[in-house]
């Protein structure tokens, strides 16, 4: 029974498990609140975790792990600074367009009063025809390059990064906010959302438990929902077919799926869901991060899932959830306790050892026979 | 080329035997093999000629399947190998189907791979000998010298990618001679690849090498080859020694009859298929055109001048036509392309000519075409193509059928559509309990099941498409005794229930000729004949080993002359 | 005919699209000649000898080795022992390889082993491997030297007590491979300008007429190059070198002739990770400083762009592309900013541009690799079925 589950569990998930836990109960005797820890692990899952759903189509197609994350994130960066840009526009456009056609809930009260979450999803509006172009070019290229999908994805992801490092320079914004002062020109390496959609989901619907436990119910119920439209999605009959893909190309191929063709609209789902993924960290995390920002967060994202229990070709909805709970877990606690306890910021070198640990042990580990 | 006591024979067989898994699949084999004999070794695929290489090779899979029976003797003395080196270092060596050779080297590299002429250095001692130069000039003369021993005219400077195919024979067999030790040489189908005159080259060289005292092993399936290059000649089959004579004493009808004679107790699994090369150039041999029917009926599928590339199962040009609810069996050799024509009508592998089915013509290179108009294929390849191992039962049966008929779904067409579980399962369940499939429910993997249970799976898998003509292949290989019984029964009646057109592809003659109406032989990529099953075995067989009828007819009369 | 052709354009077209953007920046720099090659020189002596280290993995058929990385933080430690220990120049830079050599030996074992196991994505899992000794890396120079590792010298130690700074200073061995042998090349009337400067030591110095200031010569290191190259030529020849070559092509084969494949794959991984080692010593000797947490950073990449735009690809490169890449790439990393500068008035732009290109190299470099793989299968599929039927 037991060594049933810790087969089914897998070791390193144990272990790590077992650490997380470890540093839960040891909290209390440095002087780490537990609800302080719990709330920041829960904002972090929140911030992070579609950005961790984004893996899955990818690899149920069995494209691999989606180290090319960095494309999508950049087509979210264009959708957070162009809904910034042009909030203002957009917003009169609506209260016009309320206007027009005699829809009175689109009056000037409304829309300003709905500003944040207005500006927000048109953010995700502007940002997912974005990455699903993007992720169109991406899954062509990832086709014809079988077999090696996961460095090319990295050197995709790195080139696509540096390349925008360019274009932040280059394209013409405006708003003053974003861009340096000086020159009145080129966009800032970070840029604030507040007074646009900062926290608009964490905050919305949150329920403070007490003065250190406030939990982010709206970005939670985001993340749920992004989450059952995935798993929606992987149950249509599209969907089925992505997976079968990913299982044996050969067998939907002999069964008439066009392999190539849902391999790419996995890559675009993956690419659409980083785009989103990314606009929601940022709502939470409250500022853009531009030029380098985006260059290494498919790592975390990458070890979440595969800590969660995913292989390189197999993933589930529940991988995500458990992965990404137990490595912003690690990320959260192990700063505070193990900085109290050892005076000392160990916190990089676990995440690195950790994440890249992981990440190791799904690449080395035997495939299962017959494949 | 060594100096051995004529007395005690080169190498013995004594009573060698082989069971996997309770499969008895070598028994009692025994005969010797004296210096500078040329043998021919002859059997069906199957018959047990991989398997007995195996042991003799001392390959790994022997041992790990618990070893084998009997002793083999090397001058006089018992010898058990455990690994192919070991063979080697008694002298023994083998030249083996597919190439094994490095694309980018030179036909001199190539022939000394890993046996390099090496400069001496001081290196040497102080590390291994592996930091020593290679003394290119010497390995030059050593590789010019084998391949002068074989009487062709190679630069040894060549680049093996570069070289037409019949070449890169004749550096693997330059590769075993320059062996300094090598007495006893084991060529697997050796002339597969050769065009007629080469092969000619090779035989004559293979003479050569024998004057030399070199024993040579020459396993084919061309008998007319056998018969002229070999001194004595055996008969495997079923994993008996059917034979063992002087070739002068065998025609090549009669070997042909003794290959494929089937007793009643029949061997039931086959363990390795070896892949064959197929030959490329030209050959010739005449085809015999299918008969002409009595009754014009209009045909369930008429292929006319097809051409499949899939790898190792070349298909090059063949006309066939199957009749509604007839039971057509496609047989031949592994490699020579009947595996080739199923996979490329259902547009798995790139094909052309023309395929029409019920009189309307099929689109070749798109499985989904092949799906839509209503066939249905079991692939021989189980594992890779046939089955989503890592998926439940029920995804396995019901996916084709969701995919391409939009059944098993809820929803909107074209908009959207869920899978629709409950009718899944039910009909998985409908098809475990129809063809007693042993596992512990529809929601098991179909990795974890056994091979014949697998097979049943994807019979099923096709029967849910509801088709009307079926292709089917290797329908019971690897598969057990009571399940192979069960799967043809199964189509069988299936084919009498529905009267589906069944197309079946089998390396088992046998098999063939007790379930289906008609067969053709595949030969070299080309029907060689299209016999009715109640046509005698050794037809079968001529038309197997390359003997087309005219050729058979042309031997007997010089026989009888 | 036309795939002959294409091929070629394939095989050389980077080196070529770099010569153009060269040949475009360089003016547009305004930078003189002789301070190009001055900076060129000092560049192929300190990179050289990283990017030549690449060429053995390749030979062997695993791919660029993104693990190099290894071989850099086992030179590092190295430096960072001779250097708290006080030994300078020469004996320190050798002490600091004797240091490096075995902790780059058993990395390598531990890489070579690693990648067994993951063969046929070796490239990924090098790469990952190289963040994951990072991870390591770290934890011994930030929590262990100081604590576990005695460190005596306290100017690199961290306020607290243990864990190295990240700026150390390489004042004892900085320069002496480069200056082992001091050479000049000089203008006519440069020269005795030059000597005036520098004092009239035993420099070697060469004048050529018509041409104006001085180009200082690492002559020390540009030998030990040459002689790695020479290494290089000769392991190509060895049994050795032989048997990796046969391994890169067809590793069943290898194996069935009776070549050890995965000892024989480890050992190329070790040789590879001892040479960066070295090659990271002599490049952090001419650098002066050592940035102990970011130094090996991007040497993995910026030796493998530089590779690549050599002409070199995953599976097949020369000593040829490594000085080729060097040049081009350090020519592109000089100019760009100025370039950039010149042009649109803003030197980031042409830093962001190097980077760009660094990592888009390595891109379309990989893709073209299993671009062509996937091609050259579906031809050897086609060729089988000969010339005969259908077309």
Known sequence: MISKFIQNAGWPRIIIALFLLGLFIAAPFVGVRVDTSLANTLVRFGMNGVMVLAMIPMVQAGCGLNFGLPLGIIAGLLGATLSIEWNVEILARLVEFGGKYNLSWLNEAFVTNWREPLGFASAIIIAVPIAAVLGWFYGKLLNRVKGDEMMIATYVGFSSVSFMCIAWLLLPYKHPTMVWGYAGKGLRTTISVEGYWLHVLSDALAIDVNEHLRIPTGMLIFFAVMAILVWIFMRSKTGTAMTAVGSNPEFARASGVNVDKMRTISVMLSTVLGAIGIIVYEQSFGFIQLYMGPFYMALPAVASILLGGASVNKASILNVIVGTFLFQGILTMTPSVINSYLQTDMSEVIRLIVSNGMILYALTRKVRAGR | MSDNNNNAPLLQLDHIGKEFYGNRVLSDITFDIHAGEIIGLVGENGAGKSTLLNILFGMPVIASTGGYEGRLQVDGKNVRFTSPNQALAHGIGMVHQEFSLIPGFTAAENILLNREVLNGSIMNYVFSDRVSTLDREAMHNRASAAIHTLGVNINPDMIVSEMPVGYKQFIEIAREIDRKNTRLLFLDEPTAVLTETEADILLTALKKLAKQGIAIVFISHRLSEVKTLCSRILVLRDGRLITDQPAENLTTREIAALMVGRESERKEIQVEFPSEPVRVDDVNEEIIKPKKKKKKVKPAIKVEHLWVDMPGETVRDVSFEVKKGEIFGIGGLAGHGKLGIPNGIMGLYPAGGKVRLFGRSLTLNKPRAALNRKMAFVSEDRRGVGLLLDEPLDWNITFTAMQTQGRFLLGIPYICQFRNEYAMTKEAKKYIEALSIKCTGPHQLAGELSGGNQQKVCLAKAFVLKPNILLICEPTRGIDIGAKSLVLDTLKNYNKENGTTIIITSSELEELRSVCDRVAIVDEGKIAGILPASSPAEDFGMLMMGQTKQANDNEEEEASA | ?391
């Open chain 3, 1 to 391: 005919m036309i795939r002959k052709l294409f091929d070629i354009i394939a095989n050389n077209a980077v080196p070529a699209v770099f010569i153009i953007i060269s040949a475009f920046a360089i003016p547009l720099s305004g930078y003189s000649a002789s301070y190009l090659i001055q900076e060129l020189l000092t560049r192929i002596g300190r990179n050289s000898f990283l990017i030549l280290s690449l060429l053995i993995p390749i030979m062997a058929g695993m791919g660029l080795n993104f693990g190099m990385v290894l071989g850099a933080m086992a030179g590092q430690i190295g430096l960072l022992l001779v250097c708290d220990w006080g030994v300078v120049g020469i004996p320190g830079m050798v002490l600091a390889c004797l240091i490096g050599t075995p902790i780059a030996i058993v990395l390598g074992l531990f890489c070579g082993g690693v990648l067994n196991r993951a063969k046929g994505r070796e490239m990924v899992t090098s790469y990952i491997l190289g963040f994951f000794i990072n991870g390591v890396y770290q934890m011994v120079v930030l929590y262990f030297m100081g604590w576990i590792i005695p460190i005596t010298n306290p100017a690199m130690l961290l306020s607290r007590g243990y864990g190295v700074r990240n700026a150390i200073s390489l004042l004892g061995i900085r320069g002496v491979l480069d200056n082992l042998i001091p050479a000049v090349i000089s203008g006519t009337t440069a020269t005795q300008q030059f000597l005036s400067v520098n004092g009239n030591g035993a420099f070697i110095v060469c004048q050529l007429p018509f041409f104006e200031g001085y180009i200082r010569i690492p002559l020390a290191t540009l030998i030990v190059i040459a002689l790695f190259c020479l290494f290089i030529i000769w392991f190509r020849k060895t049994k050795l070198g032989q048997d990796m070559r046969a391994i890169g092509q067809s590793q069943a084969v290898a194996d069935s002739a009776g070549i050890p494949v995965n000892r024989t794959r480890i050992i190329a991984i070790v040789i590879s990770t001892v040479l960066a080692c070295y090659g990271q010593i002599i490049y952090l000797q001419n650098m002066g400083t050592l940035n102990t947490y970011n130094s090996h950073d991007q040497t993995g990449m910026f030796s493998i762009a530089a590779l690549l735009i050599g002409g070199a690809s995953v599976s097949h490169a020369s000593i040829a592309n490594v000085f080729v890449g060097v040049i081009l790439f350090h020519l592109m990393f000089i100019v760009a900013p100025v370039a950039g500068k010149n042009l649109v008035g803003d030197a980031q732009i042409g830093e962001y541009f190097r980077v760009f290109v660094s990592y888009g190299i390595i891109a379309i470099s990989l893709v073209l690799h299993a671009w062509r793989r996937n091609r050259e299968k579906e031809a050897a599929r086609r060729s089988l079925r000969g010339n005969k039927g259908g077309n």
